[in-house]
């Protein structure tokens, strides 16, 4: 019996979902004949400075077109696994070939990267996971993860130049990750100041919830936010996802800020965010088009 | 029951189905996988000056303390109260180690001490260390206390041949529990809504020391949690006393929920305790709580249940 609704209770919302998303993956998400591929190479991070103990996996990918001269733009992408995976919700290898080659953003290295768990030191023992610790916490400790230790780390170990300019840096993530990218550029407008968030946990995680409130009474600081959400997104313990994502985008609307919102109907995964990145892109990187 | 427990093809269909969207969500854990519908708190004891220091045995029977009056208390199958040893120098934090003795923080003797429990009664204690104050303690599988000296504001390690070291220093520590399997130590912060994560080396020191657990909520209007004794379960969730209430924490260091104190005095500890361990017991000033949840702990001494 107690298993009977518990199975019950599950599948309910999962039958909802299924049936509220449709979203597909368009031409700019697949391999096109005669299209540069860049290059990805993975590596492992351990962390001695901002979050010490700490390992953690890394991919960057390195498009064709870059030259080894000029610095590239850089787009950091958290739980970058899911991004980086050319069979997963957004394949940004496939989509940066294509755009980067048909001149719709810069030149761009990614930088995927998962988040951190401290190993144990003894068999048997669980290993602390700092994934929420180091996405949902607010704050510039994980902006300074990025820029102090993890891109500093890459451009030397990869051979790879990254833009000092802010305008041509940007940050994203999924979920916690989603926030954990609004943050690092709310923290450090000097080093991001473009922003892509997926289902983003706007809510109270560890205190997230509180941007809406922060954004109308901080003087504006100059980013660029593409906020992808869904109406079929979670409503738990935390929070309602759909509407702190809505008060994220009426706050940053409020405040005039350079901000576009996509509600679409999906549920908490990255199907929407992941059909709709090829113009994402397009948005967040539009000066580069129009320089052209 | 947790999720991952339930297995038929309906379920893992909802996991694939979840576990798809890459976006690495971590199981949440909210209120509703501890608390049982129906379940409140029931009184235990009561008639106490000030309870504290809850702990188990193999069996599930749990003992407590109350520190003025410098007794220890067990609470019998039965659910009688019997007082077992007496003047315990203001004896505190409690927990059984792995040679089946009781140990003891002395708040008045400054020492660490045990009992051995002999049938009904009880030995006379003997001494592991002195300390310039002690709190409460957490002694891991292989005989090593962790005990907290909020005086000093430091936490010691006394290993199992007396040899003593101070292993974290510089926030005012209170409550103090080891993760089950023992790669980390969790120590209360009298003074900030969180609580602190270290790694438990293979020497006993502690290495990685974060703010790991948080924030705590606080009561409208107080500006510190009053974060005392902890608890774990099997499903690794924690639980830490505080002024709000019981608050439950996910493996993640994320906020569960905030269970209800039995009265609005103060709360200082909670143990895992009775039948299979499915009873959370809480010591709250002159009286002693228990309420049957969901989970259930498991401490490294008792018989393996599964």
Redesign the interface.
């Given at each position: 019996m107690?298993?009977a609704a518990?199975?019950a209770v599950?599948?309910l919302p999962?039958t909802l979902?299924?049936a509220a998303e449709d979203y597909k993956l368009g031409p700019d998400s697949k391999r096109q004949e005669r299209v540069p591929r860049g290059a990805v190479t993975q590596g492992r991070y351990e962390s001695d400075d901002v979050y010490?103990?700490t390992v953690r996996d890394y991919w960057v990918y390195v498009p064709k077109q870059y030259d080894g001269k000029s610095p590239a733009a850089v787009m950091v992408f958290q739980?970058g696994?899911?991004y980086v995976?050319e069979k997963?919700?957004s394949r940004v290898p496939i989509v940066f070939d294509n755009l980067i080659h048909a001149g719709d953003m810069p030149v761009t290295i990614g930088v995927f990267v998962q988040?951190g768990s401290?190993p144990?030191?003894?068999p048997?023992?669980?290993?602390?996971?700092?994934?929420?610790?180091e996405y949902?916490a607010l704050g510039d400790r994980y902006a300074r993860f990025l820029i102090d230790e993890l891109l500093p780390f890459v451009e030397k170990e990869h051979e790879v130049t990254f833009s000092t300019d802010p305008e041509r840096r940007a940050v994203a993530g999924?979920?916690s990750?989603g926030i954990c990218a609004f943050t690092v550029a709310w923290e450090r407008p000097d080093s991001f100041r473009r922003v892509l968030s997926?289902?983003g946990s706007f809510t109270n995680?560890?205190?997230g919830y509180d941007y809406a409130a922060r954004i109308r009474k901080t003087e504006k600081k100059p980013l660029r936010v593409f906020l992808q959400e869904g109406s079929n997104d979670l409503d738990?313990?935390?929070g309602s996802w759909p509407l702190s994502n809505r008060q994220m985008a009426k706050s940053l609307e409020f405040m005039e800020y350079d901000v576009r919102f996509v509600l679409g109907d999906g549920?908490?995964?990255?199907?929407h965010g992941g059909a709709i990145l090829p113009d994402a892109l397009r948005w967040l990187w539009r000066d580069h088009a129009k320089a052209r | 029951?947790t999720?991952s427990n339930?297995r038929?093809p309906?379920?893992a269909?909802?996991a694939a189905?979840?576990c798809?969207?890459?976006?690495?969500?971590?199981q949440?854990m909210?209120?509703t996988q501890v608390l049982l519908p129906g379940e409140g708190w029931e009184l235990v004891s009561e008639g106490h000056r000030f309870t504290e220091g809850p702990a188990v045995d193999a069996e599930g029977r749990v003992y407590f303390v109350d520190v003025p009056a410098s007794t220890i208390h067990r609470v019998e199958a039965d659910g009688k109260v019997t007082t077992v040893v007496s003047g315990t120098e203001r004896t505190s934090g409690l927990m059984f180690g792995p040679d089946g003795r009781l140990y003891g923080c002395q708040n008045g003797g400054k020492k660490v001490v045990s009992w051995a429990v002999e049938g009904d009664g009880f030995g006379p204690p003997k001494v592991h260390a002195e300390l310039p104050s002690c709190n409460d303690l957490a002694v891991l599988s292989d005989g090593s206390i962790y005990v907290t000296d909020p005086k000093e504001q430091q936490v010691w390690l006394v290993r199992p041949n007396g040899e003593k070291a101070v292993v974290a220093r510089g926030f005012e520590p209170n409550g103090v529990v080891a993760?089950?399997?023992?790669?980390?130590l969790v120590v209360t912060d009298s003074n900030a809504p969180h609580l602190w994560?270290f790694?438990?080396?293979?020497d006993g020191t502690l290495?990685?020391g974060?703010k790991?657990y948080?924030?705590l909520f606080l009561p409208s209007g107080k500006t510190v949690p009053g974060s005392d004794g902890m608890a774990v379960d099997a499903d690794?969730r924690l639980y830490v006393a505080t002024h709000a209430g019981l608050q439950m924490f996910d493996?993640?260091?994320?906020l569960?929920?905030v269970i209800a104190k039995p009265q609005p005095t103060f709360l200082s500890n909670v143990v895992f305790g009775g039948p299979e361990f499915r009873y959370l017991y809480v010591t709250c000033a002159d009286k002693v709580y228990r309420r049957k949840v969901k989970p259930h702990g498991r401490p490294y001494f008792a018989k393996p249940a599964d």
């Open positions: 107690k298993l518990h199975v599950l599948l999962a979902v299924a010490p103990g739980d696994r899911g995976n997963g919700h988040p401290i144990p030191s003894k048997g023992a669980r290993a602390r996971r700092t994934r929420s610790f949902d999924i979920s990750g997926y289902v995680i560890r205190g738990n313990l935390h549920g908490h995964n990255g199907r | 029951m999720m339930v038929t309906a379920t269909f909802f189905a979840v798809s969207c890459a976006a690495a969500v971590a949440d909210p209120l993760w089950r399997g023992e790669g980390t994560a790694r438990i080396e293979q290495k990685y974060e790991y948080g924030p690794h493996p993640t260091g994320r569960g929920g």
